[in-house]
């Protein structure tokens, strides 16, 4: 069975910085896009960044292009999520995903696994 394991989410100041990590296992993890999304106490699930299986080609949701860097290391079966200039609106919890080789995706119904989550609160 396929794991996703992520880490890193904590609290911290407005304007701070946090790097997430997630780890996976049982899993060809070069042959996969893998993906970070986010859901906010009430809110909906949402995209926030993407990143094809050789690192080539990554995608950003509006809201945290220019902050955030979405970034992998094949070697170590890990998908990094570096957020910078952290706001009230980027708590939430964060989710990594493993989606098929392919465009990279913002859908969520691309990606096939999911991690369970760790938290991030932003305090102002």
């Known amino acids: 069975q396929v794991q996703l394991v992520e880490s890193g989410g904590g609290l911290v100041q407005a304007g701070g910085s946090l790097r997430l990590s997630c780890a996976a296992s049982?899993?060809?993890?070069?042959?996969?896009?893998m993906g970070w999304f986010r859901q906010a106490p009430g809110k909906e699930r949402e995209f926030v960044a993407a990143?094809?299986?050789?690192?080539?080609?990554?995608i950003y949701a509006d809201s945290v292009k220019g902050r955030f860097t979405i970034s992998r290391d094949n070697a170590k079966n890990t998908v990094y999520l570096q957020m910078n200039s952290l706001n009230s609106e980027d708590a939430g919890d964060y989710y990594c995903a493993a989606g098929p080789i392919g465009p990279v995706a913002g859908r969520a119904f691309r990606y096939d696994h999911w991690g369970q989550g760790t938290q991030v609160t932003v305090s102002s």
């Open positions: 990143i094809s299986w050789s690192g080539g080609a990554t």
């Open positions: 049982r899993i060809s993890f070069s042959a996969y896009n």
